[in-house]
């Protein structure tokens, strides 16, 4: 019967003998990734964007082309203007205090541990992704409890010169303001809380307590 040479024919199977000689399979080629873009807006929890291109179509059944253009998670603590973001605006960024123990080791092993501080919050609104995380990594996401009074520690290198503060602890907030906070590891992980009090003698318990990064 007769034969083909198209990209079709390789699953009906009626190609010509001479189809891989004569129409090699030729797969899609794209471009190295672009440097990354700035935060899409200054001042929240927000994302940035990476691009490539595509050099070469995909022929005679080659493998489709990948994705083109890549998200991620970022925060932006400056406008556009050049000024720094109201302390109230940005969202804290926290993880599990398990971290906290490398970073302590790592800044006593080059001579450089820094005095930091812990922040009392009240949790008032967690999102149902907190609970729908099964990582191993973000397990301790489940502990956050609605009502519940967490104790989060500002530790270096989150703890900023010449502010000597962590971005997101709520200095400068009124009392009872709602602040943001969003769990590194998990974007749908996110809600909100009240500042309680600063401890500058930082004595978090050792355990279901959390980090600002």
């Not at 022929?59 to 720094?84: F, H, I, M, S």
């Not at 962590?166 to 400068?172: Q, R």
């Not at 009392?175 to 974007?187: D, E, F, Y």
Request: with cysteine.
């Amino acid at each position: 019967g007769p034969c083909y040479c198209d990209q079709a024919c390789a699953r009906t199977l009626d190609c010509c003998h001479d189809y891989a000689q004569a129409c090699p399979v030729i797969p899609c080629v794209v471009s190295q990734w672009s440097a990354w873009s700035g935060c899409a807006e200054p001042c929240k929890t927000t994302y940035r964007v990476r691009t490539r291109h595509i050099i070469q179509e995909p022929r005679n059944g080659g493998e489709a082309c990948p994705g083109l253009e890549e998200r991620a998670g970022c925060v932006e603590y400056w406008t556009w203007q050049g000024t720094e973001c109201q302390q109230s605006l940005i969202p804290a960024l926290i993880t599990t205090a398990g971290f906290g123990k490398a970073r302590k080791k790592r800044a006593s092993g080059d001579g450089n541990e820094r005095a930091g501080y812990c922040v009392e919050f009240q949790l008032v609104a967690i999102t149902p992704g907190c609970l729908h995380s099964h990582h191993s990594y973000t397990r301790w996401m489940h502990y956050l409890r609605e009502g519940h009074t967490v104790c989060v520690e500002c530790q270096h290198p989150a703890l900023h010169s010449p502010s000597q503060h962590c971005y997101g602890d709520g200095t400068g907030s009124q009392k009872n303001q709602l602040l943001h906070w969003q769990a590194v590891g998990n974007h749908r992980c996110k809600g909100t809380w009240r500042r309680v009090r600063q401890l500058d003698t930082c004595s978090c318990p050792s355990v279901h307590s959390f980090l600002f990064i």
